[in-house]
């Protein structure tokens, strides 16, 4: 009575593949650079493109260099590509942003043990233009200028400056121009974070494709809108100013850097949220984001292997109803 | 994360079908794993055989023949009939019980296992709660395997025998309550056909494996039983349909649990629902059947898409075997392992609230914690994470290592 040794069940599967889910999210980020380009910035897309394929690019050489064969580059490291082209100035200049690039794609993906550390690559190479690079990681300019003869400002720019807070309708759109006061020039920041609507009508198709899970993003926006709200900062506005819904869409929900448990999820979330709204108070810069994703992302091993003692204490001790009951 | 795993829906089970041609030969495997305990052969090579004759014996259970034929081979390891061309009508003969206490040697004899696929004797299951009886049964047609749809079917067509078990367990060992398990989808299915009968109902979600024992009891009483402890232990006896039918069919008629019940799935055709002698061969239900099978581009599985086996043309129908099925091969399911992204698609999918990659990676390195053996203990091997995974990593396997290795070291 022989039975088939080489395959095993289940003879089912459920959602894309590991390539089918980075495909998924380089198509949205695509498209999200597209609409940029469409809106303001014609010249933005074929930029786009060229880092993209530049991360692969990298990828493979230093494959190249450390494994000594070469390997078809793999669509994660797409989506690095594209979501540190997202979250920098449109007009960056290319040879930082391409050394940004290489610390994330050889330094982020390639080398850093994901075993002992999970960290965001692309959060790794914009933490790293923020420190070396700082000067043109503030530099906002308009359109088809080369020089900033008006002094301009991103929404959240003019926030720290004036602590005037842009209409959240306008923001919510990406409706993002005019001048404040005559004073300051208003311009969108970074391509990714140019409307917030956008991002979450494509991570609520990521979620519902089997794609993202909605648990760091909702821990995300919600520690991020408790400390607002105790440190009576415009809770509106800075939810959709600056990168907050882009990271707690496509950043915070990266797999790979986040715990991998749901209570993992709730917490490091729920912190990177937290810290990035008390930056955004109390710190040098604007933006928070890269400290708190980063902050939880050093946190995530330990995070797992708390939950996973936490189940097993409370399987031993109690033999409650699990979170999902059916 | 939608990473879900659906179970059937669509029009209702048509009614099942007796197979024929009867089929020329039948075997049986005497292995103790697969019934649950030693079974001893009582026939030799050369006896002729009746329908409905004890062929092997065991502790908990008896095995019978279900056609009439001469035993061609018996050994410690098989028993196979040649089954005769004539085959004579069962002759019915109600077979009542009295008393509770005649439960277990009556389920013994008539061979009742557990028929959603666990095998359990019943008689050892049933002997084991007479002194302190569960105060409910319920009737699991919950049936969330993809693509079956047997017990739905023996629900609508012929519920005489199953609740005619089902009134039997309730009385005898006076049982206070029956509970009625659907999915949400086949209640409305199966309310035409059951406005007789005295019951309540209690649905299931529509995904697998909303059926899981564990996950009833959890949601009649709000208590998930913890490793180690029973259904019954929580006061809940949860009979599968199949199991039911089985014993309401030797009640009715006498006949003993020789038949199988089951759904034959193959690419574009509508579902079969079959009932097949037992030791019938995988080969011989795909002919009668008309199904064509190519193994160059097709897979023969047996017990469902998430717990069953890849079989071949010669696999004999067990008493566990609620499908057969032709599925045509996917590359997805040949795909190298790839490393984990960490993605917690395998934490939504797990039913139990358990930590499948965590145990996974913990096992695979040798590391044992009484965290790790905890979970492990309360895995049921449903197969949910491994069908959501997008690195293809094979975690029921690795599970079901664990656990061996655990008992060893033990």
Same mark, same amino acid.
């Given at each position: 009575?022989?039975?088939?040794?080489?395959?095993?069940?289940?003879?089912?599967?459920?959602?894309?593949? &590991?390539?089918?889910?980075?495909?998924?999210?380089?198509?949205?980020?695509?498209?999200?650079?597209?609409?940029?380009?469409?809106?303001?910035?014609?010249?933005?897309?074929?930029?786009?493109?060229?880092?993209?394929?530049?991360?692969?690019?990298?990828?493979?050489?230093?494959?190249?260099?450390?494994?000594?064969?070469?390997?078809?580059?793999?669509?994660?490291?797409?989506?690095?590509?594209?979501?540190?082209?997202?979250?920098?100035?449109?007009?960056?200049?290319?040879?930082?942003?391409?050394?940004?690039?290489?610390?994330?794609?050889?330094?982020?993906?390639?080398?850093?043990?994901?075993?002992?550390?999970?960290?965001?690559?692309?959060?790794?190479?914009?933490?790293?233009?923020?420190?070396?690079?700082?000067?043109?990681?503030?530099?906002?300019?308009?359109?088809?200028? $080369?020089?900033?003869?008006?002094?301009?400002?991103?929404?959240?720019?003019?926030?720290?400056?004036?602590?005037?807070?842009?209409?959240?309708?306008?923001?919510?759109?990406?409706?993002?121009?005019?001048?404040? $006061?005559?004073?300051? $020039?208003?311009?969108?920041?970074?391509?990714?974070?140019?409307?917030?609507?956008?991002?979450?009508?494509?991570?609520?198709?990521?979620?519902?494709?089997?794609?993202?899970?909605?648990?760091?993003? &909702?821990?995300?926006?919600?520690?991020?809108? &408790?400390?607002?709200?105790?440190?009576?900062?415009?809770?509106?506005?800075?939810?959709?100013?600056?990168?907050?819904?882009?990271?707690? &869409?496509?950043?915070?929900?990266?797999?790979?850097?986040?715990? /991998?448990?749901?209570?993992?999820?709730?917490?490091?979330?729920?912190?990177? /949220?937290?810290?990035?709204?008390?930056?955004?108070?109390?710190?040098?810069?604007?933006?928070?984001?890269?400290?708190?994703?980063?902050?939880?992302?050093?946190?995530?091993?330990?995070?797992?292997?708390?939950?996973?003692?936490?189940?097993?204490?409370?399987?031993?001790?109690?033999?409650?109803?699990?979170?999902?009951?059916? | 994360?939608?990473?879900?795993?659906?179970? =059937?829906?669509?029009?209702?089970?048509?009614?099942?079908?007796?197979?024929?041609?009867?089929?020329?030969?039948?075997?049986?495997?005497?292995?103790?794993?697969?019934h649950r305990g030693?079974?001893?052969?009582?026939?030799?090579?050369?006896? +002729?055989?009746?329908?409905?004759?004890?062929?092997?014996?065991g502790e908990w259970q008896?095995?019978?023949?279900?056609?009439?034929?001469?035993?061609?081979?018996?050994?410690?390891?098989?028993?196979?009939?040649?089954?005769?061309?004539?085959?004579?009508?069962?002759?019915?003969?109600?077979?009542?019980?009295?008393?509770k206490?005649?439960l277990p040697d009556y389920l013994r004899?008539m061979g009742l296992v557990g028929m959603g696929?666990g095998r359990f004797p019943y008689a050892r299951r049933i002997a084991r709660i007479l002194e302190r009886p569960p105060?409910?049964l319920v009737?699991n047609?919950?049936?969330?395997?993809?693509?079956?749809?047997?017990?739905?079917?023996?629900?609508?067509?012929?519920?005489?025998?199953?609740?005619?078990g089902?009134?039997?367990f309730?009385?005898l060992l006076?049982m206070?309550?029956?509970?009625?398990?659907?999915?949400?989808?086949?209640?409305?299915?199966?309310?035409?056909?059951?406005?007789?009968?005295?019951?309540?109902?209690?649905?299931?979600?529509?995904?697998?494996?909303?059926?899981?024992g564990?996950?009833?009891?959890?949601?009649?009483?709000?208590?998930?039983?913890? +490793?180690?402890m029973l259904n019954s232990d929580?006061g809940f006896l949860i009979s599968n349909?199949?199991s039911l039918?089985a014993f309401?069919?030797?009640?009715?008629?006498?006949?003993?649990s020789?038949?199988?019940?089951?759904?034959?799935? +193959?690419?574009?055709?509508?579902?079969?629902?079959?009932?097949?002698?037992?030791?019938?061969?995988?080969?011989?239900?795909?002919?009668?059947?008309?199904?064509?099978?190519?193994?160059?581009?097709?897979?023969?599985?047996?017990?469902?898409?998430?717990?069953?086996?890849?079989?071949?043309?010669?696999? =004999?129908?067990?008493k566990?075997?609620?499908?057969?099925?032709?599925?045509?091969?996917?590359?997805?399911?040949?795909?190298?392992?790839?490393?984990?992204?960490?993605?917690?698609?395998?934490?939504?999918?797990?039913?139990?609230?358990?930590?499948?990659?965590?145990?996974?990676?913990?096992?695979?390195?040798?590391?044992?914690?009484?965290?790790?053996?905890?979970?492990?203990?309360?895995?049921?091997?449903?197969?949910?994470?491994?069908?959501?995974?997008?690195?293809?990593?094979?975690?029921?396997?690795?599970?079901?290592?664990?656990?061996?290795?655990?008992?060893?070291?033990?």
């Open positions: 009575m022989a039975e088939k040794q080489s395959m095993k069940a289940p003879f089912f599967r459920s959602g894309t593949d &590991v390539r089918g889910m980075m495909w998924a999210m380089l198509a949205c980020l695509t498209l999200t650079a597209a609409h940029f380009s469409l809106r303001y910035d014609g010249a933005y897309f074929p930029r786009f493109l060229l880092v993209v394929f530049s991360g692969w690019a990298l990828e493979w050489v230093v494959g190249l260099l450390h494994d000594g064969r070469s390997a078809w580059p793999r669509a994660s490291t797409g989506v690095t590509g594209a979501l540190l082209a997202l979250s920098v100035p449109a007009h960056m200049p290319l040879l930082p942003l391409l050394c940004g690039l290489l610390v994330a794609v050889w330094f982020g993906k390639l080398i850093v043990d994901r075993n002992a550390l999970r960290l965001n690559p692309m959060i790794l190479g914009r933490l790293f233009l923020m420190i070396v690079f700082a000067a043109p990681m503030q530099a906002w300019l308009a359109p088809g200028r $080369e020089i900033s003869a008006i002094t301009s400002a991103t929404p959240l720019g003019l926030y720290k400056a004036e602590g005037v807070a842009f209409s959240a309708h306008k923001l919510l759109l990406g409706a993002i121009g005019g001048d404040w $006061e005559g004073v300051y $020039e208003l311009l969108p920041g970074a391509p990714g974070e140019l409307m917030p609507l956008l991002a979450l009508f494509f991570g609520v198709i990521l979620y519902w494709t089997g794609v993202l899970d909605w648990r760091p993003g &909702v821990a995300f926006l919600s520690g991020f809108a &408790v400390v607002c709200v105790v440190l009576r900062m415009p809770l509106v506005f800075h939810l959709l100013a600056g990168s907050v819904i882009f990271t707690a &869409v496509y950043v915070i929900t990266d797999p790979r850097s986040t715990p /991998g448990s749901k209570a993992g999820r709730w917490m490091a979330g729920a912190m990177a /949220g937290a810290i990035t709204a008390a930056v955004r108070h109390h710190g040098y810069y604007p933006e928070g984001v890269v400290f708190g994703v980063l902050a939880a992302n050093l946190l995530a091993p330990t995070l797992d292997r708390l939950a996973f003692a936490l189940r097993g204490i409370t399987l031993r001790l109690t033999g409650r109803s699990p979170s999902r009951g059916e | 994360m939608r990473r879900t795993i659906p179970s =059937r829906t669509g029009a209702p089970s048509e009614a099942p079908e007796a197979l024929t041609p009867s089929p020329s030969d039948l075997a049986f495997s005497l292995d103790a794993e697969g030693a079974m001893q052969v009582c026939v030799r090579a050369g006896d +002729a055989v009746l329908s409905g004759q004890p062929i092997a014996e008896v095995l019978h023949s279900p056609l009439a034929g001469t035993v061609s081979v018996s050994d410690a390891r098989q028993v196979v009939i040649q089954c005769s061309t004539e085959q004579p009508d069962w002759c019915a003969a109600p077979m009542p019980l009295a008393d206490s005649e004899a696929g105060h409910t009737i047609a919950v049936e969330c395997e993809p693509g079956i749809g047997i017990d739905e079917s023996l629900m609508i067509h012929q519920n005489r025998e199953v609740f005619a089902a009134e039997a309730k009385n006076g206070r309550r029956c509970v009625l398990a659907v999915r949400r989808s086949t209640r409305r299915h199966l309310e035409p056909f059951l406005e007789n009968h005295s019951f309540d109902w209690l649905e299931m979600p529509d995904r697998y494996p909303g059926g899981a564990k996950l009833i009891s959890a949601k009649l009483s709000g208590r998930m039983p913890r +490793a180690g929580l349909v199949a039918w309401g069919r030797r009640l009715i008629e006498g006949r003993p020789v038949d199988r019940p089951l759904t034959l799935l +193959a690419p574009d055709a509508p579902p079969r629902q079959l009932v097949v002698p037992l030791g019938v061969s995988a080969g011989h239900v795909l002919s009668a059947c008309g199904v064509s099978f190519d193994a160059a581009r097709q897979i023969l599985v047996a017990e469902g898409r998430l717990m069953g086996r890849a079989v071949e043309r010669d696999y =004999r129908v067990g566990g075997a609620i499908a057969l099925m032709v599925l045509n091969r996917e590359r997805r399911w040949e795909r190298p392992e790839a490393p984990c992204i960490l993605c917690g698609s395998c934490f939504d999918a797990c039913p139990l609230g358990l930590h499948p990659i965590g145990m996974a990676n913990r096992i695979r390195e040798g590391r044992s914690s009484r965290s790790l053996e905890a979970q492990l203990n309360e895995c049921f091997l449903c197969g949910a994470c491994s069908a959501v995974c997008p690195a293809e990593i094979p975690l029921v396997q690795v599970f079901r290592e664990g656990k061996t290795w655990l008992k060893n070291k033990a």
